[in-house]
Structures are given as C-alpha cells and as structure tokens.
C-alpha cells in the first residue's frame, strides 16, 4: 500500500509545482491589500499549443483509493486548481516510457498543483464533494495523452 504523504515543494519538485501562499508575498498590490505571489508555475504548452483553462467536476474517490490506470499529457503541462477548501489527492509515478516508483500527496486546502510535461499521474482524485477544479492545460490539434493500465492495481491508504 502506498501511504500518502503532505505536499511539500521539495517533495513534489520532480513532477511539478506546489502553488500555495506559503511565506511573504513577493509583492503587494490593489493599494496594499492583496498580496501577489508571483509566477508560482512553469507552463509548458509546446509549439503548436496554446493555454486554455477548464473545469473539470471529478466524483470523490474514498480511501483506501485502488489506482488502476496512470496517464501523461507528452506535449504540455496540466495545472488543477481546486474550487473548493477541501483535501485533494495528487498520485505521481516517476519518469520513464513506462511509469516508474508511484508517490501519493495530500494536497491541503488553499494548495494548487501544476504537472510537468510527460510526468505520469493518477486521474483527478478529489476526496469531498464537489470535486471541482480549475485547469489550466494544453489546447492544440496534436495527440497529447498516454495511458498506462497497471498489471496489478495499487492501493494508495491513508
């Protein structure tokens, strides 16, 4: 069984970036009344892509969670954030043609994540209604998803 284990920027470096208000703002704005945490993610989008956001509304999964199936989007990054104050799950699983070693993180209310190019991860895993996320991710004619079936599935607990 996979333990699942607090998202933490060092933690998640390998497979994207952790999007939180963690520490001082890098500037204030809106006459000192916001604080701007600034450019927080590397957004891939390849040559022939461009941004596009949706939103994405995921059933909640319980735990313990059997993870079955990971996928990866080759030609861009893909960014989720939450539209709720609810715990999520983000389920990673290390480079290669096929996925290597699976990581399971608690993403924490007021947390964001953005997911590398290529980095293979489980679907999105919302542990509370409603399961609805913003994201912000590759739009373009070419084929951008992979997936991979697991032999055995995984058990990811809490």
Not at 94 to 102: E, L, M, N, Q, S
Not at 123 to 128: A, C, D, E, I, N
Not at 148 to 157: E, K, R, S
Request: charged share 20%.
């Amino acid at each position: 069984m996979i333990q699942i284990q607090p998202l933490t920027a060092a933690a998640f470096a390998p497979y994207g970036d952790l999007l939180d208000t963690e520490g001082t703002p890098d500037k204030l704005i809106n006459q000192g009344l916001c604080g701007r945490y600034h450019d927080r993610a590397t957004l891939d989008f390849g040559e022939d892509g461009r941004a596009g956001i949706s939103l994405f509304s995921a059933e909640p999964r319980a735990l313990p969670y059997s993870l079955e199936m990971v996928e990866r989007h080759p030609e861009g990054s893909q960014a989720f954030i939450p539209m709720h104050r609810n715990p999520w799950l983000v389920i990673v699983a290390g480079p290669g043609d096929t996925p290597g070693p699976i990581e399971a993180f608690e993403v924490a209310p007021g947390q964001a994540i953005n997911l590398h190019r290529g980095t293979w991860h489980g679907v999105l895993t919302p542990l509370h209604a409603p399961g609805l996320f913003a994201v912000i991710d590759r739009i373009g004619d070419t084929p951008n998803l992979q997936e991979h079936w697991l032999d055995t599935p995984v058990m990811i607990g809490g």
